[in-house]
Nanobody, 123 residues
Framework: QVPLVESGGGWVHSGGSLTLSCVDSGRVFGSYSMAWFRQAPGKARNFVGAIAWRAGTTIYADSVRGRFTVSADSAKNTMYLQMDSLKPEDTAVYYC????????????????WGRGTQVTVSS
């Protein structure tokens, strides 16, 4: 069973909005953070945003700051990514990930991953 499952991807026109969800079915103890990454075809997996689960603090990549919002519902063990003002360059597979303690912008720091959900933004 995959502990992290993403959903909510799809196709949208430039300027539109989508909300992604990541359900965490794993048993986690202690402090941890969750993050969103994205990967376009032929490119590296890049950091999008993250949240420290207990503190609720968030960080964002410069390319999405002001347009994307990371949030969490601890009762549902679910993290969200609200994406507004979408651009064609936001097209990618979006992954959620989990790591102990504080967030990091490096994908190598995360030890639990989902399988991803495709987001396509047309011009």
């Amino acid at each position: 069973q995959v502990p992290l499952v993403e959903s909510g991807g799809g196709w949208v026109h430039s300027g539109g909005s989508l909300t992604l969800s990541c359900v965490d079915s794993g048993r986690v103890f202690g402090s941890y953070s969750m993050a969103w990454f994205r990967q376009a075809p032929g490119k590296a997996r890049n950091f999008v945003g993250a949240i420290a689960w207990r503190a609720g603090t968030t960080i964002y990549a410069d390319s999405v700051r002001g347009r994307f919002t990371v949030s969490a519902d601890s009762a549902k063990n679910t993290m969200y990514l609200q994406m507004d003002s979408l651009k064609p360059e936001d097209t990618a597979v979006y992954y959620c990930a989990r790591k102990p303690l504080m967030y990091s912008e490096s994908p190598g720091a995360y030890n639990v991953w989902g399988r991803g959900t495709q987001v396509t933004v047309s011009s």
